[in-house]
């Protein structure tokens, strides 16, 4: 076996054993009973901006450091962009460093997890569970007391200041 093929399998083995430690490595997540918006493609197209129909409906990724919203630090409720069902309370932020804003927890039932294998190892990809529309991934390198990271697209959210 060829060291790059090596580590690429135990990088892989390591990923898959994090995600089954956190619950994450099963199939979606279920939230609580939404109701769900359901609209078509230029419906979307004509209710949001194309750097959101891009992120929200074809699970795109907006460039890091881009948002304003990463630095938004006040008090208040982050809604999905899409549908503004609140995805996250600001007692839940903190400061990755990665370039996106990041919770360490959403709301409860407010979100929907799949495994997303777009970048070849498994990921968990979480969209609004009302609309549908994609926000960002969860990490297990997030703060206590969770530890996990969901790093969010800063055009994905809507700030409603407290």
Known sequence: MKRRTFIQAALAASVLAGLSRTGFAGNERKSAMID???RSEQQWADILTPEQFEVLRNEGTERAFSSPLNKEYGKGTYTCAGCD???FDSESKFDS???WPSFFQPIEGNVETKRDFKLILPRTEYHCARCGGHQGHVFNDGPQPTGQRWCNNGVALKFIPA
């Open 97 to 99: 460093g990665t370039g």
């Open 36 to 38: 769900k918006i359901e």
């Open 85 to 87: 069902l609140p995805l």
